[in-house]
């Protein structure tokens, strides 16, 4: 009778889990006003209830410095002031009101084309239309992801050079580093700080907070470059306050990198990637959400348009992904960015 009684407790608690699996994955798909000049490696932030989308990179390797403002209200786009210094492969986060951009590649100065790793950090002012510099990142590294906790910002992971590397940039052919540098940026000092390594050091991931823990999603090992990377499935959890990584979590359910990531609610959901190996190049459209509280995940109803390096935001209930290429990276004379512009509208929770 006991164990008849602990089956049924069980039972019941999975039902009651399983309720509460499909009323989050209800809502639904809509099509919302395409995104004016199409992009790959963009990155979104919303502000004061608009959608920002900034970075881009064209073919030849080189940074758009693209800078879009979407308004839900009206449903359109305005094009806004470029990057101070076009750069591509961005670390950006929303704190104040403010929208913070970190580090990047450029193209070399001479030479065949690759990427330089750079250390600016740049503070954009929605209202006013207007770039600031900030003091430089201590190291100089692209492809790391930025979370804002406390009011401060922490950038994490990244590509760069290997120690005592002859060349600036970094090259599929060349070996290089994913890292996982983590600097803590304080805006009211405008200083940094080196805090505790992430065990696996990894660039392209997603990234989101949730009760004030930082967390690092997916992402890619061994390299920047999908062509010689690794996708993981790696989820590590991060406390500001005490300085630490937790141990690993439940891993995502699908391994990529290169996604579109946002939080809403208590959930940090990621959206699109991309993989490649020596049988196929490929763009996701799945969409995947993790839950730290319960330490699971879900999956919603795939994007419309599969795509990688692709912008994501939350406007009120709806999760925002904004253009993006259609297929994996590096196939010469052969660039599908799409206008798609997306947004999943949860039902209410």
Do not use: C
């Amino acid at each position: 009778m006991k164990v008849l009684t602990v089956s049924l407790a069980v039972l019941t608690m999975v039902g009651l889990l399983m309720a509460d699996v499909h009323a989050q994955v209800g809502g639904k798909w809509v099509k919302l006003a395409p995104f004016p000049e199409p992009a790959e490696e963009v990155y979104g932030a919303a502000v004061g209830g608009k959608m920002y989308v900034l970075g881009g990179l064209a073919p030849g390797w080189k940074p758009r410095g693209l800078v879009f403002e979407y308004a839900a209200a009206t449903n359109t786009w305005a094009k806004k002031k470029p990057m101070p210094l076009p750069a591509h492969h961005l670390a950006v986060v929303e704190l104040n009101g403010k929208i913070y951009v970190f580090g990047g590649f450029v193209p070399p100065q001479s030479g065949p084309p690759a990427w330089v790793p750079i250390d600016n950090a740049w503070e954009y002012d929605p209202a006013a239309d207007s770039w600031k510099a900030l003091a430089p990142m201590p190291t100089k590294r692209g492809s790391a992801v930025a979370a804002a906790v406390g009011g401060k910002i922490y950038v994490i992971g990244g590509g760069t050079t290997s120690p005592g590397a002859k060349e600036p940039s970094i090259h599929p052919a060349r070996p290089h580093l994913a890292v996982g540098t983590v600097e803590e940026y304080d805006p009211a000092t405008n200083g940094w700080r080196a805090r505790a390594p992430m065990p696996t050091p990894r660039n392209h991931a997603g990234v989101g907070v949730v009760g004030g823990k930082i967390y690092v999603i997916g992402g890619r090992t061994g390299a920047a470059f999908i062509s010689v990377g690794t996708n993981v499935d790696v989820v590590e959890e991060y406390d500001p306050v005490s300085d630490r990584w937790g141990p690993p979590k439940a891993r995502m359910p699908t391994a990529r990198s290169a996604v579109a990531y946002a939080t809403y609610k208590d959930r940090i959901y990621i959206a699109g990637g991309e993989f490649q190996d020596q049988t196929l190049m490929a763009a996701f459209w799945v969409v995947e959400a993790y839950h730290p509280a319960t330490n699971s995940w879900l999956t919603l109803p795939r994007m419309p348009v599969p795509r990688h390096g692709l912008a994501g935001a939350v406007l009120g209930n709806r999760l925002h992904v904004v253009t993006g290429e259609v297929q994996s990276a590096g196939i010469a004379g052969a660039h599908l960015a799409s206008e798609s512009h997306d947004a999943f509208e949860f039902a209410d929770r």
